[in-house]
């Protein structure tokens, strides 16, 4: 392999941050790799691996470039990337590097997929960009492709952006994000998580980059346990399910009372059609404004300003409020049911479909790159 081939033009500007958990011997070989590459800087955290793996240890801690630092006891994923992350802040590297790539000891990240997490990540500079393995591959353990497919799937339902691979474990943060990252709650596999979760909150663009599937025999080294290790990651997810649905429920209860009060007070004995299309109105701007301030509040969103969403929100309540309308008014003519007890079945079921339209549509960030 040529000089040329051998080194990537983006390493040298690149810090390595490598957790470890009773990592095998091939993790010597495989940092001693990525400093032929040209990585000038690998933080490797020992998260209280056991005595028979000092060895290991110790020889990284030798290797030229390298610096391991020790958690006595096990702590966690998260805890041990906080850890590297503020080795780093404290040395004063963020005025030095560009960017710290996140990889993981146990080899399924390649190397030539490293050097080009750092090409990504020089080609979008303010971006969060992921690792993502394909798990459609035969390859895939079972277990893999179910705890992945259903924190996408999560993700996808409440957050409204469709995250091929959110349990990736190769990431790469700008030093924009390096102090971001290290205030993140989570110690263990859910820290990754939650930094998913706080960059589409706060309008983080993100980035994704195919790399490829590795596993070696059915990833029985993995210390990710499906069901001990799933659920905390998956109350993270409907944390914003929830505030999305007390939002929603005040905000319905406001529409519907102004409903009742300007069908059965205000405009009372008017003809239905005038009627209720007034209540329909002014519930709906009571309503969505309710909504809004709410949303506001319990920080249900996605970008960086709320008044960014004001006009395609107002032309999503429009939408409904009209569709709801129209559904009220022609239930109330061929049954003579009170209008009331119509729009809170019928505003039931939209407010179904406007969940689904709502992150997708309302709060997504038009400069937030999809790939790479």
Same mark, same amino acid.
């Given at each position: 392999?040529?000089?040329?081939?051998?080194?990537?033009?983006?390493?040298?500007?690149?810090?390595?941050?490598?957790?470890?958990?009773?990592?095998?011997?091939?993790?010597?070989?495989?940092?001693?790799?990525?400093?032929?590459?040209?990585?000038?800087?690998?933080?490797?955290?020992?998260?209280?691996?056991?005595?028979?793996?000092?060895?290991?240890?110790?020889?990284?801690?030798?290797?030229?470039?390298?610096?391991?630092?020790?958690?006595?006891?096990?702590?966690?994923?998260?805890?041990?990337?906080?850890?590297?992350?503020?080795?780093?802040?404290?040395?004063?590297?963020?005025?030095?590097?560009?960017?710290?790539?996140?990889?993981?000891?146990?080899?399924?990240?390649?190397?030539?997929?490293?050097?080009?997490?750092?090409?990504?990540?020089?080609?979008?500079?303010?971006?969060?960009?992921?690792?993502?393995?394909? #798990?459609?591959?035969?390859?895939?353990?079972?277990?893999?492709?179910?705890?992945?497919?259903?924190?996408?799937?999560? #993700?996808?339902?409440?957050?409204?952006?469709?995250?091929?691979?959110?349990?990736?474990?190769?990431?790469?943060?700008?030093?924009?994000?390096?102090?971001?990252?290290?205030?993140?709650?989570?110690?263990?596999?859910?820290?990754?998580?939650?930094?998913?979760?706080?960059?589409?909150?706060?309008?983080?663009?993100?980035?994704?980059?195919?790399?490829?599937?590795?596993?070696?025999?059915?990833?029985?080294?993995?210390?990710?346990?499906?069901?001990?290790?799933?659920?905390?990651?998956?109350?993270?997810?409907?944390?914003?399910?929830?505030?999305?649905?007390?939002?929603?429920?005040?905000?319905?209860?406001?529409?519907?009372?102004?409903?009742?009060?300007?069908?059965?007070?205000?405009?009372?004995?008017?003809?239905?059609?005038?009627?209720?299309?007034?209540?329909?109105?002014?519930?709906?701007?009571?309503?969505?404004?309710?909504?809004?301030?709410?949303?506001?509040?319990?920080?249900?969103?996605?970008?960086?300003?709320?008044?960014?969403?004001?006009?395609?929100?107002?032309?999503?309540?429009?939408?409904?409020?009209?569709?709801?309308?129209?559904?009220?008014?022609?239930?109330?003519?061929?049954?003579?049911?009170?209008?009331?007890?119509?729009?809170?079945?019928?505003?039931?079921?939209?407010?179904?479909?406007?969940?689904?339209?709502?992150?997708?549509?309302?709060?997504?960030?038009?400069?937030?790159?999809?790939?790479?």
């Amino acid at each position: 392999m040529s000089s040329a081939e051998a080194t990537s033009p983006y390493s040298a500007s690149s810090i390595i941050i490598i957790p470890a958990l009773e990592p095998p011997p091939a993790l010597v070989k495989y940092v001693q790799a990525l400093l032929e590459r040209g990585f000038p800087r690998i933080v490797i955290v020992d998260d209280g691996s056991s005595p028979a793996c000092r060895s290991i240890f110790d020889s990284l801690a030798r290797m030229s470039g390298c610096v391991v630092l020790r958690h006595e006891v096990n702590r966690g994923k998260g805890a041990a990337l906080k850890t590297a992350l503020r080795h780093c802040l404290q040395q004063g590297w963020q005025q030095i590097y560009r960017r710290v790539i996140m990889v993981d000891a146990d080899g399924q990240h390649a190397v030539e997929d490293v050097c080009g997490m750092a090409r990504a990540s020089h080609e979008h500079p303010d971006a969060y960009v992921l690792g993502i393995r394909d #798990f459609n591959q035969k390859s895939v353990p079972a277990r893999s492709r179910f705890g992945n497919r259903l924190t996408s799937g999560a #993700f996808h339902l409440f957050y409204g952006r469709y995250l091929r691979d959110t349990q990736t474990g190769l990431r790469a943060l700008p030093i924009s994000l390096w102090e971001w990252a290290t205030q993140i709650a989570g110690e263990r596999f859910e820290y990754e998580t939650n930094c998913l979760v706080q960059a589409m909150k706060q309008g983080i663009p993100m980035a994704e980059m195919p790399i490829r599937t590795l596993y070696f025999n059915k990833n029985e080294n993995t210390h990710y346990r499906t069901l001990r290790d799933s659920w905390p990651i998956f109350k993270i997810l409907i944390r914003h399910l929830g505030a999305y649905a007390l939002a929603g429920a005040i905000a319905s209860a406001v529409t519907l009372a102004v409903f009742a009060w300007v069908d059965l007070v205000w405009l009372k004995g008017a003809a239905p059609a005038g009627r209720l299309l007034a209540a329909s109105v002014v519930s709906a701007a009571a309503g969505s404004l309710a909504r809004l301030l709410l949303h506001w509040v319990l920080r249900v969103r996605t970008e960086r300003n709320m008044t960014d969403a004001t006009a395609t929100y107002y032309l999503l309540v429009a939408v409904q409020m009209l569709a709801s309308y129209l559904v009220v008014l022609a239930v109330h003519l061929l049954t003579d049911w009170t209008a009331v007890w119509i729009k809170l079945v019928a505003d039931i079921l939209l407010a179904v479909a406007g969940y689904q339209i709502h992150p997708r549509w309302l709060f997504k960030s038009d400069h937030t790159p999809e790939g790479v």
